[in-house]
Antibody, heavy 117, light 110 residues
């Protein structure tokens, strides 16, 4: 059974850098796309980007200049950094697994990140 | 504004059937498999349907999916109060090189 466990700071000030990490337990780490998805309050799901060991990274165009997704295959972990956050980045952030076709089959528990002065 | 279009809300009585539509384009639904997700607020979203119509183990057969051209449909029969949730369609967009979701549909079981 695949499990994703995520952690990171939940309260940031504007202009700071959001940093989240997700550990993957079970299943193959190298064969999938590891994904970050967020949900702003009262809004729908928003894909941030994903990383694959062989292919590299894909990002949401509107976040590409601020987002960096990296992975550590020795620890089965992947991370998200989002620079220069504003209140618009306040959201529940989920790490997840994509099989490469856009099918997101396993999700982390989610972390609420709030950006406030 | 989402690339995939869903109705904001649907409702039906317990035991009835409901259908949720998801409209896209040739670069997303028309060219790729569609997944559906059930999201109960306060919990992580759950994969409900994948590859247009397949159900993961654990998804009751009351849930069904289909795709035709650039649109997809989620059907739920025998509605239960526990089905109240937000439902999202999702797929890969070949032009954007991105995973995309619909705006979500809130299901109310009256």
């Amino acid at each position: 059974q695949v499990q994703l466990q995520q952690w990171g700071a939940g309260l940031l000030k504007p202009s700071e850098t959001l940093s989240l990490t997700c550990s993957v337990y079970g299943g193959s780490f190298r064969n999938y796309y590891w994904t970050w998805i967020r949900q702003p309050p009262g809004k729908g799901l928003e894909w941030i980007g994903e990383i694959n060991h062989s292919v590299g990274t894909y990002y949401r165009p509107s976040l590409k200049s601020r987002a960096t997704i990296s992975m550590d295959t020795s620890k089965n972990q992947f991370s998200l950094k989002l620079t220069s956050v504003t209140a618009a980045d306040t959201a529940m952030y989920y790490c997840a697994r994509d099989d490469g076709s856009g099918k997101v089959d396993y999700w982390g528990q989610g972390i609420l990140v709030t950006v406030s002065p | 504004q989402s690339v995939l279009t869903q109705p904001p809300a649907v409702s039906a009585a317990p035991g009835q059937k409901v259908t949720i539509f998801c409209s896209g384009s040739t670069s997303n639904i028309g060219d790729n498999y569609v997944s559906w997700y059930q999201h109960v607020p306060g919990t992580a979203p759950k994969l409900l349907i994948y590859d247009n119509s397949k159900r993961p183990s654990g998804t009751p057969d009351r849930f069904s999916g289909s795709k035709s051209g650039t649109s997809a449909t989620l059907g739920i029969t025998g509605l239960q109060t526990g089905d109240e949730a937000d439902y999202y369609c999702g797929t890969w967009d070949s032009s954007l090189s991105a995973v995309i979701f619909g705006g979500g549909t809130k299901l109310t079981v009256l």
